[in-house]
Every structure is written in C-alpha cells, then in structure tokens.
C-alpha cells in the first residue's frame, strides 16, 4: 500500500521567543515493513543541525530556529509503500537490547488496577499472551477523546475507564512490565479509512518483545496487530519519549500549538 502524508505542526508564541531549538523524530525508518518514496521536513526561518541513528534504530534531527520569533511551522510531506509482516516489526536495525525496554516512567507505572488487569488473562505462551493483554486493555479502556490529556498516566486512564490511543498504549506497556515482557511505546501514522481519503491519522500504538518472533506491534485501540495501513516513525519508553517533535523556547512565554495531520491513500 502507498500513503500519502500532510503533518503540519504550527508554534505560536507570546511574546515571541529568543530561539527555538528542536528534536525531531520525523522520518520513518527503512524496513520491511516500510520503504519510504519521498519525503521532506520544512522549517522555514530554521537551520538543521546533528542528525544521528538512535539505539532504538529511528533517525533524530535537530533543528534551530534563532530569535526574535514568533511562531514556527515544521511541515513533513511524503509518500511511504507499507507492507504488511502480520505486526512482526522486521528488518529494523538497532542496538539497545530487549531487557532495556522494561522499565516504568510515571506514565506506564504499575498501579493494584493495572497490576490486577495485567493478572487476570492467562495463555499459553508470549504471543498469545500479548494479544490477550491488548484486548483486555482495549476492554477496560474505551476510545473516547476529550477525557484525558498529554500527561495523564495509565493508571489514571483505566481508573477513567475511557482515554485516546496514547492512553491505550501506556496501559498495555505496564500491563506487559509485569508480565515481564519488553515493551515501548510507537508513534506513527494510520490510513483509516475504507476509501482512503484524507483525515487525521496521527496514532501510537505499543510493540512487545515475543520471544522467537522480535518485536510484534499491538494498537488496544483498534484490536489489532499494525498492518499495511500503518506508518511507523519511532519508538520510546513512553509518549513523551517518543515524540515527533521535541523542543524548547528560550524566553518567558506562551506557547500555543495546532497540529493537522492528513493521510491518504497514495495511488499506484
């Protein structure tokens, strides 16, 4: 499948700011999964700065943006051919190993609900394990936006009992922590609809370490394994970790942002 992607995110700051500087994790790694056709990241009035592989094998820029200013535009553009690999992440080269991946941040952290719903599906080995683990999560935790923010952890989304796919994610990384299996948090992009136009289609979904198969992709959100509808841009230990954009502005201020992002099917 080819998807066609428009993400646009716009800074706006009052009053402006002395500089900008940015991290960003906006360009999908080459895999199986995916190969990338065309792409490109523009920030007007910025100057690109390092750029590296991380351990985790995703590609980090950093950008500066100098000052006064008053707002900042970072658009990406491109065109990705997907295949589906059954939610197998394969051919992705990093370094950092599984077991690094097992640690808690006060987003996925381990509350007695979370702990409880991690215990209470059984199964008779990893895979089956995980896929039980995301339809549990998907249960206890109905999509529903508005009801929870950027900072709201999983275990007070499943106390909600309601959330977005950032809170699905967080609960099925501490629900497989202590199950003791490796698992981090994926953003990315999904192609959702039947006609494949255009709509909003930023996603997050986790992915869990299954012995003898790597690392397989899981969305609580939409009971299923990421297939050729999903676009993958990089990993983190949490939603913060993984972010697109990271950054800060040097300068008292308020910093307001609008996000659009528009994915479509690519023809042939």
Do not use: K
């Not at 920030?43 to 100098?66: E, N, R, S």
């Not at 006064?68 to 491109?78: I, K, M, N, T």
């Not at 006060?106 to 215990?119: E, M, Q, S």
């Amino acid at each position: 499948m080819r998807i066609r992607i428009d993400h646009t995110s716009h800074y706006r700051y009052d009053p402006p700011v002395r500089r900008v500087v940015q991290s960003h994790r906006l360009i999908p790694a080459e895999c199986a999964n995916q190969r990338v056709e065309q792409w490109q990241v523009t920030v007007p009035g910025g100057t690109a700065g390092g750029a590296f592989t991380d351990g985790a094998g995703d590609q980090v820029q950093g950008w500066t943006i100098a000052g006064p200013v008053s707002e900042v535009v970072v658009r990406v553009q491109g065109v990705v051919e997907t295949t589906d690999c059954a939610g197998v992440l394969r051919g992705h080269r990093e370094r950092v190993p599984p077991v690094a991946w097992l640690g808690a941040t006060p987003a996925t952290a381990v509350d007695a609900a979370l702990a409880d719903l991690a215990r209470s599906v059984a199964a008779p080995d990893g895979l089956a394990l995980a896929h039980a683990l995301c339809n549990a999560v998907g249960a206890a935790i109905a999509y529903r936006p508005g009801v929870t923010h950027a900072h709201t952890t999983a275990a007070e989304a499943l106390a909600l009992g309601e959330g977005v796919c950032q809170d699905h994610t967080h609960a099925l990384i501490a629900c497989a922590h202590l199950r003791e299996m490796p698992a981090r948090y994926v953003s990315g992009y999904m192609q959702a609809t039947e006609d494949g136009s255009p709509h909003e289609a930023a996603h997050a979904w986790a992915e869990i370490w299954v012995e003898g198969l790597g690392w397989v992709g899981f969305d609580a959100s939409n009971s299923c394994c990421p297939d050729e509808r999903y676009v993958r841009l990089g990993c983190g230990v949490d939603a913060r970790d993984a972010a697109p954009i990271r950054g800060v502005a040097l300068g008292q201020t308020v910093e307001s942002l609008d996000v659009s992002v528009a994915v479509e099917a690519a023809q042939q």
